[in-house]
């Protein structure tokens, strides 16, 4: 599965949108890219996953760049329960299983 | 649905002591993971299970852990003996194997403290 790159800390102020961002330059044709996140004391939350076009639900948008080298997770109206870390996350769809390998993450911190 | 329920929530044990962590994944999900989250080495996934069958175990850090899946509505981990640097939050998780896409529920957790 290809390697993720994230930053390693976000601050946005509450209300606003927040962009996460995620480089997955190796990423292959076939593979997905998942977003979770977690927040303190709690398990990992799925969010949101893409192919290669965008999609968005009730939680977030997901926007893929047309190369699928790097994406972007939107929180359209950040709040503070939404201060978590932000996992991004390559896996191919070759198995039928969900195995999912979590990097660091980026800890958005949403301030009042 | 109750979603993925672990027990105990909470584990202090003494160092050589056995410790089994136990895990009721969602009704119908057919995979099921444990993870171990520290501070310095994240979230790890140490074994994970397809239709009650041990599918991947690389990620057991050695022979005193061990993960048991005797049906679909149950999973343990033990740790025996167990030692000051297995403390650490265990996750499980369950997923509805078999799709693609599939998303994983996570449990919330044991946090575990060997002395």
């Known amino acids: 599965d290809a390697k993720t790159t994230q930053p390693t800390s976000m601050d946005c102020a509450e209300g606003r949108a927040a962009n996460l961002p995620c480089n997955h330059s190796?990423?292959?044709?076939?593979?997905?890219v998942y977003w979770y996140r977690q927040i303190h004391s709690q398990g990992p939350q799925y969010i949101i996953h893409g192919l290669k076009n965008n999609e968005t639900n009730e939680m977030a948008s997901l926007i893929i760049t047309e190369d699928r080298k790097s994406s972007t997770l939107i929180l359209p109206h950040a709040t503070l329960r939404d201060t978590a870390v932000y996992y991004c996350?390559?896996?191919?769809?070759?198995?039928?299983?969900?195995?999912?390998?979590f990097g660091q993450g980026t800890t958005l911190q949403v301030k009042p | 649905d109750a979603g993925v329920i672990q027990s105990p929530r909470h584990e202090v044990t003494e160092m050589g002591q056995e410790v089994t962590l136990r895990c009721k994944p969602i009704?119908?999900?057919?995979?099921l993971f444990w993870y171990r989250q520290t501070m310095m080495r994240g979230l790890e996934l140490l074994i994970y299970f397809n239709n009650n069958v041990p599918i991947d175990d690389s990620g057991m850090p050695e022979d005193r852990f061990s993960a048991k899946m005797p049906n679909a509505s149950f999973s343990t981990l033990k740790i025996q003996p167990s030692e000051p640097r297995d403390s650490a939050v265990y996750f499980c998780?369950?997923?509805?194997?078999?799709?693609?896409?599939?998303?994983?529920?996570f449990g919330s957790g044991t946090q575990l403290s060997v002395l």
């Open positions: 009704s119908g999900h057919n995979s």
């Open positions: 998780a369950s997923s509805p194997a078999g799709q693609r896409g599939e998303k994983l529920f």
């Open positions: 190796t990423i292959s044709g076939n593979e997905y």
């Open positions: 996350i390559v896996r191919g769809s070759a198995s039928n299983t969900g195995k999912l390998i």
